[in-house]
């Protein structure tokens, strides 16, 4: 089977360890890196350095990826540990903040929707709809916007995102509704 | 199914991950139950629009090609990881052959090793000046040491004298010493 190339449900197929497959599984799952991401960055110079970030990480590590796990979900676990790690350089830069702050998340919601212009009365289009429920997504903290993003972009199941990201699964449950009663909370007053 | 019930199983249903009776049972009782329509209505809308907004955010997202070639660059930078030589003896122990016959000469060594310290455990050697005579000691008389831990061995040797080795419990070979009184002497 080495070097045979079968793509089924999405999944490139290969022999572990066989780093000529290397370049064909860049050139299918890159995209998805950066969509993952400009998801949680919204800053394309970051998610691009974070993609290759993850690659490098990937080849480094191929020979040990045993196809226990999807590669898609070993993959993005590397792709996690290089965004906790940009998380905690932000972080020392002050940039963002890892903690839970809820007090201080609807100010800031509040304070990008006031940049963006985002005045209820002016939402019309289903566009400006949609970029409103992606700035309320990114103003989660970030363990909630973790498992959204992980759900309802890459559209994982809720096994393989507590698998990603080495919880239990009914943390990631309660994560997961507790993001939405935050969301439903914040977008209250925009009739979406 | 209750409205209990509806909440506990609200997550795996917006998932799909509710088996199939279960999801029946859901429908059935949330399109009925105004209750749970106002309470979780809001909940299966979030959901939908949110898989809606995002989806369309991951289509329209421009991914720079030149990314990829980006990649492909560093990569090639790195030398490919030679496999450790753990990961070669699990590769070889993958195939059976090589598995059984190893396992069978590691127990023949084992085996073979311990029988021969077993043999030699009780064996009294004559050791440096006693093996150059030759000479075969007789009856061992051990008196255990007060000041360390190991015995003073006498032997009377058939040709009249004394042999005389202090012993100690461990490391023997470093510790021993032997002297020899002759008669006569």
């Known amino acids: 089977m080495q070097g045979e190339e079968v793509i089924a449900n999405g999944e490139r197929q290969f022999t572990p360890g066989d780093y000529s497959v290397f370049e064909d599984l860049v050139e299918h799952y890159y995209k998805k890196v950066f969509i993952a991401a400009m998801a949680l960055t919204r800053n394309e110079d970051d998610s691009r350095d974070l993609t290759q970030a993850t690659f490098l990480g990937a080849y480094k590590s191929f020979g040990r990826f045993q196809g226990k796990s999807s590669f898609y979900t070993w993959l993005y676990r590397i792709f996690l540990n290089q965004y906790f790690k940009y998380l905690r350089t932000k972080k020392k830069h002050g940039v963002q903040s890892l903690e839970y702050e809820y007090e201080g998340e609807d100010e800031k919601f509040t304070k990008e929707i006031g940049d963006r212009k985002y005045e209820p009365a002016a939402i019309v289009s289903e566009q400006e709809k949609n970029r409103l429920i992606r700035d309320a997504v990114s103003a989660l903290p970030e363990e909630m916007k973790l498992v959204v993003n992980m759900r309802y972009l890459e559209e994982m199941s809720c096994a393989d995102i507590s698998q990603a990201l080495n919880c239990p699964l009914g943390t990631v449950k309660s994560r997961l509704f507790n993001a939405r009663e935050l969301l439903k909370e914040r977008l209250k007053d925009y009739e979406l | ?185």
């Open chain 2, 1 to 185: 199914m209750n409205c209990k019930k509806l909440k506990r199983y609200l997550v795996d249903f917006l998932d799909g991950e509710l088996p199939e009776q279960e999801k029946t049972a859901f429908l059935t009782h949330y399109q009925t139950c105004v209750k749970c329509q106002e309470r979780w209505g809001s909940h299966l809308e979030l959901s939908k629009k949110l898989s809606a907004s995002l989806g369309i955010f991951k289509k329209e997202l421009q991914v720079p090609r030149a990314l990829f070639y980006d990649i492909l660059r560093e990569t090639r930078k790195i030398p490919e990881p030679k496999p450790l030589l753990a990961e070669i003896l699990t590769a070889l122990f993958r195939i059976p052959q090589v598995a059984y016959v190893s396992l069978i000469v590691i127990l023949s060594v084992a085996i073979t090793i311990n029988l021969i310290t077993i043999m030699n455990m009780n064996k009294t050697r004559p050791v440096g000046f006693l093996a150059k005579e030759r000479v075969v000691p007789a009856e061992i008389d051990r008196t255990p040491l007060k000041s360390s831990k190991g015995y003073l061995a006498r032997r009377g040797l058939a040709n009249g004298s004394v042999y005389f080795e202090i012993r100690s419990s461990f490391r023997p070979k470093v510790q021993s010493k032997s002297f020899i009184e002759r008669r006569g002497a």
